[in-house]
């Protein structure tokens, strides 16, 4: 027990947190990025149903399932602590602020990003999740592609969905090399990889997410 | 180049610790020659000569290595370039009619003590923690009995020309003190004599550091694009690296 | 009183290790009864504070800083030296001492030299181990180079900032005893009065300078470890607080000053490019390794350094002293500079400065040796300078990066421009082999001292003597009077005499408080300073001294009419601060004139025009002045005891580097 208060007490233990938990939601996200992208194959949904069907009702996934919460909820809870208390290092704001000359504005803006992409998970899962898991409403015939399809036609909806994937990108762009600087990796040939596999990272799985209720909404896939 | 400056200063006057601050405008005739402190030099005087009270601020060597000289210059710790500190400063950097407001560094673990000087004891009790090789005077081994690549050395040596100024913390949006611990850390750690106390020192440190109030590293980077010394960012990822090793190691 | 060295009998190299082996012992659980108070946190103090506590003795230290580590040593550039002879070509004990003798024209005491030169390997040895990174060769042994005075390679560098790598050693070492509780740390202290009970120092009364109020301070001895007073010049390369005030205030209770007239004038520095100007910078010592010193042979040649043809070039070093060159010691260095200025020789703009050019060394030396490293035949002048150039930059990078920022000019392109200045003062509190002044109990270490340099200190030793001084002869030395004290309860500090201490100390305070004058304290720095550069400069003659004395005199009474110190005294206040030190300068400055008009020779870095040789080299005369000028205070003027200087091992010359 001792070995481990450190993660909960000292500084670098709750970034070693912040880093890890980081490191499995990226995981995570290529999962369902990947399975979402199923709905690209264009075929009412069917393939993307059968994925859905596979991770809704396979135990070790449900498992894991409940792995990742854990991961979400301390990642929020850790960020969430780090970010109220590292604003309050200071007795007063400096009057002139030039921080754009030392770094860019979405790694100070971390907490912010993050609590943007939490409303837009609260939303999102209250349009899937929840309706899977415990409003029991998907079947044979309300499919998860039904429900994603009905739920994209509202462009409040769409736009919702296309700033929290733009959150999400910024917040990869920093988060992503931040959580291997985190862990203590910091080389002279590994690190610009890092970057640059990060850079694309949060270009890319942002930018699909967000393409599916465009695509969907304008009704390009049905 | 030898025209004469009309700056305009707004500078932070602060009588104490516990006393509230406030901006106050001077205005100053400058040569472009000048360092930035030998312009508050000039400014002093005039506030002396005028029965004023002169602006209490920190400096000591003037050629950039006591780290004892501070202000946030237009919002940028030691003014707009890279790798200078304060006293290094030349008043070429910046132009004919120019406003600059002056701060001190701000920080809850730098309290100021008057105006532009701040309290850094902070520091000190955190190397006091740990930042050291325990051998007393006299237990020393022939300094060639223990041979150090070249690059190794180079390489401690780069994290041991931190000058302790502060600018890191300053520049931080959390007033951390990553870069600092993270430069004493990792020069004692790449030398093969702070390897003894390799696990122990760096767990005081960090204790100490965030006892002292600093804030948490969130990675901008901002610490080391102003640290004068451009101490490299990986003292912090080699910081976090001792760190962990030693908590997996029951330290 | 008599002066008494003090040093052992026997033969030189014995004197040490006989000393050493029967000097009287304090026993451990004595030591922790026993309070000894160091003042200053530099490589002396800090290496004497640690290690005295390490020893077990209760330590409380002292800094006007901010915070110990930043102590003036930590600006020292080049390096330190020690006799490892690492590089097999001929160094030894006795030829740094021999070195060290010669350097300081004749004019230090062999015993103490003799002693830093042993002393000076264990220094590399307990640096290294204390996690000082010094640069390394590839093969991962230390590496060395030359510094003037000397023609083997002994100093042992890091990069161009030596000094504070080794201050941040001492420092580290010192704050690790400030956390196991040995040593008490007060920063941003400033001694302002010595307390002396029964004829033995035992206390300070120091100002805290952020609260402006007075404390006294109890210690079975005193160290002072405060420093040089290079600043009574106003403009030199010490630190803008660096002060003599600890000293000083030594001095006027009954500390003699040694040899105050011996100072240290650095012939590579930037040169003044102002009247705000507030400081000067120095450009290593290491640079003369590489760089070669020249000026037009054409009088006022206005041209580009770059468009002066090689013919039309005096390196006048290489040409008055074929033997070391570039690499005379300092003061030769420094007078040879002023001497092709006078002439009319200068260059820039105010023509008071000469060059230092590393083109040839750039071209010949490195660019050559890495074409060949890198196999590349016939190379270009071009490539050459390039190659050159990284090889520089690895060395020297962080010099010309300064000197870029100060000037704005690059020195990679055209040669740098320096002029003399000063920087460090041979002369001090006098004290014996034991580094005791005349108070008993009462030591002064480091610069703060006069012994080790005679009339001029070699590149790289100041380092070397701070921290002989403090990690290996204080520890030693300080037995022999701390073990007559531990019968000596701590004195509580309501004694009288902290009482009347601190009330001389408090009246002086409020002396300079109410004069409510017009000018600044710095005002008056900058005038004295301009007195004592001209003519208690680089070069010194008998109207110029008298001259000087008279306008020290006038110009401090004028201070004590006119000074004005704003702000409060109970609060932190750097106006009084300096005020006090500028006082203090406002006496030193006159005791350097008297002691420079006494000393009838030339001799290191004491320069007197009306004795030189026909070739303009000085000439000492070692019948009349063969003696350290040992000054005690009296009130209005000084009285002059004489410490004879006997050599026995070494055969006293005529210095010559030609």
Redesign the interface.
């Given at each position: 027990m001792n070995l481990f208060s450190f993660l909960f007490s000292s500084s670098l233990g709750r970034k070693l947190i912040m880093s890890l938990t980081g490191i499995f939601l990226i995981t995570f996200l290529v999962v369902h990025c990947g399975i979402n992208a199923l709905i690209y194959m264009n075929d009412g949904g069917e393939t993307f149903n059968l994925a859905a069907e596979f991770m809704g009702h396979t135990w070790y996934i449900r498992a894991m399932e409940i792995g990742l919460f854990v991961g979400l909820i301390l990642h929020v809870v850790q960020g969430l602590y780090l970010a109220s208390t590292n604003a309050n290092r200071r007795p007063q704001n400096y009057a002139v602020n030039s921080a754009s000359a030392n770094s860019t504005w979405y790694s100070r803006s971390m907490g912010l990003l993050g609590t943007i992409i939490l409303l837009f998970l609260v939303v999102h899962l209250r349009h899937f999740w929840v309706e899977a898991r415990f409003l029991h409403s998907i079947n044979d015939k309300n499919t998860m592609f039904t429900v994603m399809v009905a739920v994209f036609q509202n462009p409040m909806a769409v736009v919702i969905y296309v700033l929290g994937c733009l959150s999400l990108s910024y917040h990869l762009l920093h988060g992503f090399q931040s959580a291997f600087q985190t862990l203590g990796i910091n080389h002279k040939s590994y690190t610009p990889i890092i970057q640059t596999v990060g850079t694309w990272f949060s270009i890319i799985i942002p930018f699909l997410f967000a393409s599916m209720p465009v695509t969907i909404f304008l009704g390009l896939i049905k | 180049?030898n025209h004469d400056m009309n700056i305009t200063l707004?500078v932070?006057r602060q009588?104490?610790t516990n006393a509230s601050g406030r901006?106050e405008e001077h205005k100053v005739v400058a040569?472009p020659?000048?360092?930035f402190?030998?312009m508050f030099?000039?400014l002093?005087?005039q506030?002396?000569?005028t029965?004023?009270?002169?602006i209490?601020f920190?400096?000591?060597?003037?050629?950039?290595?006591?780290?004892?000289c501070s202000m946030?210059i237009?919002?940028?710790p030691h003014g707009?370039k890279r790798?200078?500190t304060t006293c290094?400063l030349?008043m070429?950097s910046f132009k004919d009619g120019d406003t600059i407001?002056v701060?001190p560094w701000?920080?809850?673990?730098f309290?100021v003590?008057?105006d532009l000087?701040v309290?850094?004891?902070a520091?000190?009790r955190i190397?006091?923690?740990?930042?050291?090789?325990?051998?007393?005077?006299?237990?020393?081994?022939?300094?060639?009995a223990?041979?150090?690549?070249?690059e190794v050395?180079?390489e401690?040596?780069e994290a041991?020309?931190c000058?302790?100024c502060g600018a890191c913390v300053s520049?931080c949006?959390?007033?951390?003190a990553m870069l600092f611990v993270g430069a004493k850390v990792t020069?004692?750690a790449k030398?093969p004599?702070?390897q003894p106390e390799r696990e122990t020192r760096v767990v005081a440190m960090?204790?100490q550091?965030?006892a002292e109030?600093?804030?948490?590293?969130?990675?901008?980077?901002?610490c080391s694009?102003?640290c004068p010394k451009q101490i490299p960012?990986?003292v912090?990822?080699?910081?976090?690296?001792?760190?962990?090793r030693a908590?997996?190691n029951?330290k | 009183m008599k002066l008494d060295a003090k040093i052992p009998q026997g033969p030189v190299s014995e004197k040490w290790n006989s000393y050493k082996s029967s000097v009287p012992l304090v026993n451990p659980a004595n030591k922790r009864n026993l309070e000894i108070i160091v003042v200053g946190t530099g490589l002396a103090g800090s290496s004497a504070a640690s290690t005295l506590a390490e020893l077990g003795y209760k330590v409380k230290a002292f800094c006007f800083q901010d915070s110990p580590r930043r102590a003036h040593s930590i600006a020292a550039q080049g390096g330190i030296n020690a006799a490892k002879n690492y590089q097999n070509d001929g160094d030894s004990v006795h030829r740094l001492f021999y070195d060290t003798i010669k350097g300081g024209d004749f004019r230090a005491r062999e015993g103490n030299v003799h002693r830093l030169a042993e002393v000076s390997v264990n220094i590399i040895d307990q640096c290294v181990a204390a996690g000082v990174p010094f640069a390394r060769e590839y093969g991962g042994t230390l590496s060395n180079r030359s510094f003037g005075g000397t023609q083997v390679q002994r100093t042992f560098y890091a990069a161009g900032q030596t000094g504070q790598q080794l201050l941040l050693g001492a420092y580290s070492g010192l704050e690790r005893q400030v956390g196991l509780g040995n040593v008490k740390m007060y920063s941003r202290h400033e001694m302002i009065e010595l307390v002396i009970i029964d004829g033995k120092a035992r206390g300070i009364i120091a100002r805290n300078l952020v609260t402006g109020k007075l404390e006294r301070h109890f210690g079975h001895a005193v160290l002072l470890c405060t420093g040089g007073y290079g600043n009574v010049f106003y403009l030199s390369t010490n630190a803008m607080g660096s002060n003599v005030t600890a000293a000083w205030k030594a001095h006027r209770q009954g500390a003699y000053f040694g040899n105050p007239c011996f100072t240290q004038i650095h012939p590579t520095c930037i040169p003044v490019s102002g009247h705000y100007q507030s400081k000067l910078t120095l450009m290593s010592e290491s640079l003369r390794n590489d760089g070669r010193i020249w000026v037009p042979k054409k009088q006022g040649d206005d041209r580009h350094p770059n468009d002066i043809p090689e013919e039309e070039r005096d390196y006048y070093l290489e040409r008055r002293y074929p033997a070391f060159g570039n690499l005379v010691p300092r003061d030769i260095a420094s007078r040879a500079a002023k001497e092709r200025c006078d002439a009319g020789y200068g260059v820039g703009s105010s023509k008071m400065a000469v060059y230092l050019d590393f083109r040839y060394n750039m071209v010949n030396k490195y660019g050559r040796a890495e074409a060949s490293k890198r196999g590349i035949e016939n190379p270009s002048e071009d490539i050459l300078v390039a190659l050159g150039k990284e090889v520089v930059k690895e060395q020297y990078g962080n010099l010309f990066d300064m000197y870029k920022q100060i000037t704005d000019e690059d020195p990679y392109e055209a040669p740098m421009r320096i002029y003399p200045a000063v920087h460090y003062t041979m002369g001090g509190l006098w004290v014996d082999y034991e580094l005791q002044t005349t108070v008993p109990g009462l030591y002064a270490l480091g610069e703060a001292n006069f012994s080790d340099h005679g009339a001029n200190r070699l590149g790289a030793s100041a380092l070397m003597q701070g921290l002989a001084d403090g990690y290996f002869v204080i520890p030693y030395t300080i037995g022999n009077y701390l073990s007559k004290e531990i019968h000596t309860k701590p004195i509580t500090t309501d004694h009288e005499a902290f009482v009347a201490a601190e009330k001389i100390a408090n009246d002086r305070i409020q002396q300079l408080m109410n004069i409510n004058g017009k000018r600044s304290a710095e005002s008056y720095h900058r005038e004295l300073g301009l007195i004592m550069w001209d003519k208690c400069g680089m070069a010194r003659n008998e109207a110029g001294l008298k001259q000087a004395i008279s306008e020290i005199r006038a110009l401090r009474e004028d201070f004590y009419k006119n000074v004005r110190v704003p702000g409060k005294v109970e609060e932190f206040n750097p106006e009084l601060d300096k005020a006090g030190r500028v006082a203090d300068f406002l006496e030193l400055g006159e005791l350097m004139c008297i002691d420079a008009l006494d000393r009838n020779e030339s001799c290191g870095g004491h320069f007197r025009e009306e004795y030189q040789t026909e070739e303009g080299e000085a000439m000492r005369d070692d019948d009349k002045y063969a003696y350290v000028s040992a000054w005690e205070y009296k009130g209005s003027d000084w009285q002059l005891h004489k410490e004879e200087l006997n050599y026995e091992n070494i055969k006293v010359q005529q210095r010559s580097y030609k």
């Open positions: - | 180049m707004k932070w009588e104490n901006f040569n020659d000048m360092s402190l030998e030099d000039v002093n005087e506030l002396i000569e029965g004023k009270e002169p209490a920190d400096h000591d060597c003037r050629e950039g290595i006591c780290g004892m946030v237009n919002g940028r707009p790798g200078v290094q030349h070429r407001t701060e701000r920080a809850n673990a309290p003590i008057k000087s309290n850094r004891g520091f000190d190397i006091s923690a740990g930042g050291f090789v325990s051998v007393n005077t006299g237990n020393a081994v022939d300094a060639n223990i041979l150090i690549p070249k050395a180079d401690a040596f041991a020309t000058i302790g520049a949006k959390n007033a951390s020069q004692l030398l004599q702070g960090v204790n550091m965030d109030g600093f804030g948490a590293c969130t990675n901008t980077g901002a694009a102003e960012l990986s912090i990822a080699n910081l976090n690296k001792e760190y962990y908590k997996m029951g | -």
